[in-house]
């Protein structure tokens, strides 16, 4: 193992708390209206999040982001990108979600892993987007970004399905497989980190997207998304 593959298991490890347990991305409303019943569905709906939702986008912000910490006079086009980021989050509790985790990432990376330059990069304690935190920590640290975006794309993945674990919507062993499934989608994904730019950025997992709305009018919840 070097050096960046051992950064990487630990910037994306359970035990680097961002704090992601507390959201489901929507798939608690999906859940409550029978959209997610099993297994089977689950699997879909993450695997089109990852590529047509969320996890694109969050991949091709990662290459921006780490192109732009690699540019000396990167800060003003990094705030722009944490800014356009949020704004595609499609609901309050979506920007919470990639907020709120992008500054306790960022803050957790001051800490654990300080680079020289990332103070006059981003202001302490001053909210990022999640993947923007993550693109701009890679580039400090010569992190390949392609490993980067698929580590983040698996964390993101996982999470997801711990929330379904959490809902009883699959076990622990039906979720390791769920995972293994997904690995050449989010393989096939995380090169759009090196390959695309933001005018590759869209979307159309427009149900994912609405179960996110209605999830912020849901009674009861267990998840912040």
């Known amino acids: ?6 950064q990487r298991q630990a910037w994306f490890s359970p035990a680097f ?17 029978g959209l997610v019943t099993g297994g089977e569905s689950l699997a879909c709906w993450i695997s089109d999040i990852i590529q047509l939702g969320t996890g694109r986008n969050d991949a091709i912000f990662i290459g921006e982001a780490w192109r732009i910490a690699r540019d000396p006079a990167g800060e003003r086009r990094l705030r722009d990108l944490s800014d356009l980021a ?3 989050g499609q609901s309050a509790e979506r920007r919470l979600e990639s ?14 892993w300080p680079h020289r330059r990332l103070a006059s990069l981003w202001p302490q304690d001053e909210e990022i ?21 698929a580590a983040h794309l698996q964390a993101f993945a996982g999470n997801l399905l711990a929330a379904a674990l959490r809902l009883s919507v699959i076990g622990q062993s039906e979720a390791q497989t769920r995972l293994a499934e997904l690995q050449p989608v989010i393989l096939e994904m995380a090169k759009l980190a090196d390959a695309a730019t933001l005018d590759d950025l869209g979307g159309a997992a427009f149900t994912a997207d609405l179960m996110a709305m209605k999830h912020e009018t849901l009674a009861g919840r267990l998840f912040r998304s």
């Open 17 to 33: 708390p961002v704090g992601g347990f507390a959201y489901s991305h929507g798939i608690e409303a999906a859940v409550e209206v």
């Open 99 to 112: 907020a709120q985790q992008g500054t306790s990432f960022l803050g957790l990376i001051r800490r654990a």
């Open 1 to 6: 193992m070097n050096a960046a593959e051992f």
């Open 129 to 149: 987007a999640f993947p923007v935190a993550v693109g701009l920590a890679g580039g400090l640290h010569d992190q390949p970004i392609v490993p980067l975006a």
């Open 86 to 88: 949020l704004a595609l």
